[in-house]
């Protein structure tokens, strides 16, 4: 059975600049976007790195949250992209795809199980999908992505690298 994912923008875009969605398509068949996430990466990034690629990427659909006032609460202290993620996938109960220690420390209060780059880099290496998580993440790091040296070590470690 297929794994639900809901997707925030910042893995979408990582993975984007450094040319690697395929991995993420890889590992989850199907990736739910929310609009404003949607919007934050192809309206507002237009010409920028992913904007094209998510666009065009057949394997991610765009879902609405239904629970708008649960969205607005959530604006008080989340992007408009983090806010619908968050509740579209409490809603789908879906796992959520996020990067953002805050984003990730709310979603948990929420039930919501996560996944991350990292995560989604240790899965391709388990499923044989990718040779190196190491090398795939120098790429990564070289394209913008940002993690702690602790949990870059740690993923590291888990892996055998």
């Given at each position: 059975?297929?794994?639900?994912?809901?997707?925030?923008?910042?893995?979408?875009?990582?993975?984007?600049?450094?040319?690697?969605l395929?991995?993420?398509?890889?590992?989850?068949?199907?990736?739910?976007?929310?609009?404003?996430v949607?919007?934050?990466?192809?309206?507002?990034?237009?010409?920028?790195?992913?904007?094209?690629e998510?666009?065009k990427?057949?394997?991610?659909?765009?879902?609405?949250?239904?629970?708008?006032f649960?969205?607005?609460?959530?604006?008080?202290?989340?992007?408009?992209?983090e806010?619908?993620?968050?509740?579209?996938?409490?809603?789908l109960?879906?796992?959520?795809?996020?990067?953002?220690g805050?984003?990730?420390?709310?979603?948990?209060k929420?039930?919501?199980?996560i996944?991350?780059?990292?995560?989604?880099?240790?899965?391709?290496?388990n499923?044989?999908?990718?040779?190196?998580?190491?090398?795939?993440?120098?790429?990564?790091?070289?394209?913008?992505?940002?993690?702690?040296?602790?949990?870059?070590?740690?993923?590291?470690?888990?892996?055998?690298?």
């Amino acid at each position: 059975m297929a794994i639900t994912v809901v997707a925030d923008s910042s893995p979408l875009i990582s993975f984007a600049r450094a040319k690697k969605l395929h991995i993420i398509r890889n590992v989850y068949e199907e990736i739910i976007i929310p609009p404003q996430v949607y919007n934050e990466i192809v309206v507002k990034g237009k010409r920028k790195p992913g904007a094209e690629e998510i666009q065009k990427a057949s394997w991610i659909r765009i879902q609405k949250p239904k629970n708008q006032f649960e969205v607005e609460k959530l604006k008080a202290r989340f992007d408009p992209g983090e806010s619908e993620a968050m509740i579209l996938a409490v809603e789908l109960k879906a796992v959520l795809l996020a990067d953002e220690g805050v984003v990730i420390k709310e979603a948990r209060k929420r039930g919501l199980e996560i996944t991350s780059t990292l995560l989604i880099l240790e899965e391709a290496k388990n499923k044989h999908l990718i040779k190196s998580v190491k090398e795939e993440l120098d790429n990564l790091i070289s394209n913008g992505f940002r993690a702690t040296a602790e949990l870059i070590r740690n993923t590291l470690q888990k892996v055998g690298e």
